[in-house]
């Protein structure tokens, strides 16, 4: 897969027909994600493009705590290999806020070890845009030699990203 032909959020689009607006107009909002799904997409993709400031700019400044941009560039620097979305929902909660959450395992490579972080991440509704508050990790069981790769790819894991 590469930038030209899809975007890495796993949309199936062009990354100029997908997340690159957000990723551009982050600043401006004159495009912002229009759901907590396709924010968490976005958010992923920023990651791979190692676009951190789109990161600490969605996510919620009462649930940032102390990370910062500094510590996003130093960090491990993983090989993304793929997103699956398991779920996503929004809602009005009773005190009139719009909440989401969305489900996901975003799969990666490090030190020659796949794993994915698996986790349910909740979203808030402010000011005309969605942001990333928090999230509930959850182990992520690795696939089996002959079960589908991770990437889609439509491979054999063991034919692709095991052996990658």
Same mark, same amino acid.
């Given at each position: 897969?590469?930038?030209?032909?899809?975007?890495?959020?796993?949309?199936?689009?062009?990354?100029?027909?997908?997340?690159?607006?957000?990723? !551009?107009?982050?600043?401006?909002?004159?495009?912002?994600?229009?759901?907590?799904?396709?924010l968490?997409?976005?958010?992923?993709?920023?990651?791979?493009?190692?676009?951190?400031?789109?990161?600490?700019?969605?996510?919620?400044?009462?649930?940032?705590?102390?990370?910062?941009?500094?510590? !996003?560039?130093?960090?491990?620097?993983?090989?993304? !290999?793929?997103?699956?979305?398991?779920?996503?929902n929004?809602?009005?909660?009773?005190?009139?806020?719009?909440r989401?959450?969305?489900?996901?395992?975003?799969?990666?490579?490090?030190?020659?070890?796949i794993d994915?972080?698996?986790?349910?991440?909740?979203?808030?509704?402010?000011?005309?845009?969605?942001?990333?508050?928090?999230?509930?990790?959850?182990?992520?069981?690795?696939?089996?030699?002959?079960?589908p790769?991770?990437c889609?790819?439509?491979?054999?894991?063991?034919?692709?990203?095991?052996?990658?």
């Open positions: 897969m590469t930038i030209e032909n899809h975007c890495p959020c796993g949309s199936q689009k062009s990354y100029q027909n997908c997340c690159e607006a957000l990723h !551009l107009n982050v600043d401006s909002g004159a495009q912002v994600a229009t759901s907590p799904e396709q968490m997409r976005s958010r992923y993709c920023a990651f791979v493009l190692k676009n951190f400031d789109y990161i600490i700019k969605t996510h919620h400044v009462d649930f940032l705590g102390s990370l910062t941009l500094e510590q !996003l560039k130093q960090g491990p620097n993983p090989n993304w !290999l793929a997103l699956e979305v398991l779920a996503a929004e809602e009005t909660h009773p005190d009139g806020t719009l989401g959450n969305v489900t996901f395992k975003a799969w990666y490579k490090l030190a020659g070890e994915a972080i698996y986790e349910r991440s909740e979203f808030v509704f402010q000011q005309g845009r969605w942001y990333y508050t928090q999230g509930q990790q959850m182990h992520a069981k690795r696939p089996g030699r002959n079960d790769c991770v889609h790819s439509g491979k054999k894991f063991k034919q692709c990203c095991l052996t990658r």
